[in-house]
């Protein structure tokens, strides 16, 4: 299994996929936006901050423990720091698998721990 | 909701977003790739056909029965058709929508239902 962990200060590019095998059935992407609302409150944008080494440890250990169930075949994570705008996106996961089930459930499951365990934490910015 | 729904003889290239909503927090794209093996046979790829206005007609329908528990922002599905070789894309979805639980959760059942109510077949085509 592939996995990269990227963290940016710049807008999100998805990095290419690092290999194509003849048994993937499924790529999915997931692209997390900054809305413009967070609870009662109008946003300008969100201000990400992360302890870099650690999130690492946290993906990969995720990432080890989801992969026993769905088996993805690649991962690939990259999340924005610093400060995003509205309609920008703060997260990209690409998950590819031998089959759809396997990728869509890795995929909501990876960000649902990640918003759980992972130290990278947001700051609300309201809009100007 | 904005809801595309095209077919293409040619790889599959995704449209633009047809907008951008302050409100939108997840966009999630699948890609349907055709792998080497289906069963015990190796393909060399997949011959798609489509009975395209009833294809239509079931992606509307379905699209509407979903939207009514998922609330998607905007639908976008491109399907290819004719010869497909193993690692092309046969099938591309976007889902935008506030949440990431309403996406992938509308994303996969999308597909479950395509799978079963839209008329496209595949024919296999042994590996040369």
Redesign the interface.
Known sequence: MDIEVLFTDGPITPPPRTR??????????????????EGDAQLGGLFYEAYEPMARREFDRIISQLAVRHTPQDVCIVHRLGFVA??E?SLYVRVEA?H??A??AF??EL?DRMKQDVPIWKVVRAAP
């Open positions: 194509t095998l003849r048994e993937t059935g499924a790529v999915v992407e997931f692209h997390g936006i900054v809305r413009a609302t509205v309609s996106a031998k759809r089930g990728a869509l995929c909501g960000i």
